[in-house]
């Protein structure tokens, strides 16, 4: 095999398990006293910002579903054919950002409700408690950071070039530049507006109860003779 495939697939691998390291957590040498402080403070923050990204969350779900649904109406009682597809086309891709956004929901959000029915009556379950409320808030934290990958940009660009081809292939070709230009800018108003207070709460938290140094954990690739050496650095 190849040693630059050979690489990646190694770097992929590490990237895997750095993500999990950052997710397990070991608060078992906590204090009681510790963990109610720690759950008291996190629980605030949630409180915090909990409603901006319910607005994201279910904002969008109503905007998605709502356009889709009316857009396949207009559809289906449209005479003219052209502009049939044009609006079936919007709808499909439509209630695609509605699949989307119920796949992939903000992970405070998709797991509030679970997290207040956990029981916080004996030790042990007031850290399983805590361990939930951390894993919700860094991942939550790091959803913001998909702004800055390219792999939603390009879904949303190559969902709207499927439907600009579906539209010169079956409808008017001059609708097709249109349509997609608007199908990206609202994916992209989907993308960027995404609040990123989690962000913030985060690195308070770690501050605060001193996770900060604790859950540094970097890696470094260098050339090597006859391929690469990767060092981990806790």
């Given amino acids: 095999m190849n040693n630059s495939v ?36 996190i629980e605030n923050q949630f409180l915090n910002i909990e409603r901006p990204y319910e607005n994201w969350q279910y904002g969008w779900t109503a905007a998605y579903s709502g356009l889709g649904a009316m857009k396949l109406y207009q559809a289906n009682n449209e005479d003219d054919k052209d502009r049939a597809i044009k ?20 992970p405070m959000i998709a797991g509030m409700n679970d997290y207040k029915k956990m029981p ?38 190559g969902l709207n070039i499927i439907g600009a081809a579906a539209i010169i292939a079956n409808g008017d070709s001059s609708d097709a530049l249109a349509s997609a230009a608007l199908g990206i800018a609202i994916g992209e108003a989907a993308i960027w507006t995404q609040p990123t207070s989690a962000e913030k709460k985060l690195n308070d938290y770690q501050e605060r109860f001193g996770d900060k140094k604790k859950n540094t954990l970097t890696w470094k690739v260098n050339p090597f003779y006859n391929g690469v050496k990767i060092s981990l650095l806790f």
């Fill in 87 to 106: 609006e079936r086309v919007a709808g499909v891709k439509l209630l695609a950002g509605l699949a989307l956004v119920l796949i992939k929901p903000v």
């Fill in 6 to 41: 050979i690489t990646a697939i190694l770097i992929g691998l590490i990237s895997t398990f750095m993500s999990s390291m950052l997710l397990a957590y070991d608060n078992t040498s906590l204090t009681d006293r510790e963990i109610d402080s720690r759950l008291q403070y």
């Fill in 120 to 157: 916080q009556l004996s030790r042990k379950e007031k850290i399983q408690r805590l361990n939930k409320a951390e894993t919700m808030l860094k991942q939550t934290a790091w959803r913001a950071d998909d702004r800055y990958t390219f792999k939603p940009h390009v879904m949303t660009i």
